[in-house]
């Protein structure tokens, strides 16, 4: 079994930044791929971004150019910088590990873009 615990959300104007976290724990063997997906008020979740262990990073179209994941793989911790933040970014963003062949989320943390 495989523990996420996400953190990193919150309250920004818009323009602002964040930086989400998530640490992966448990019975971990070798990650095939680690993202992020958001899901709004009324809306289907829908993938921010992700990074396979092989291959290349899918962005969505919209945060292209202004969020950027990255991992620490020692460290089983997956990070999703937010820059540039809309009003239209604001969701519950969840965590994802794809290990072993079964996908794991996190409880998700609220990012709320508003003036």
């Known amino acids: 079994q495989v523990q996420l615990v996400e953190s990193g959300g919150g309250l920004v104007h818009p323009g602002g930044s964040l930086r989400l976290s998530c640490a992966a724990s448990?019975?971990?063997?070798?990650?095939?791929?680690m993202g992020w997906f958001r899901q709004a008020p009324g809306k289907q979740r829908e993938l921010v971004a992700l990074m396979p262990r092989f291959g290349s990073t899918n962005y969505a179209d919209s945060v292209k150019g202004r969020f950027t994941i990255s991992r620490d793989n020692a460290k089983s911790t997956v990070f999703l910088q937010m820059n540039s933040l809309k009003p239209e970014d604001t969701a519950v963003y969840y965590c994802n590990v794809l290990t072993g062949g079964t996908a794991y989320w996190g409880p998700g943390t609220q990012v709320t873009v508003s003036s």
């Open positions: 448990g019975t971990i063997f070798s990650i095939n791929a």
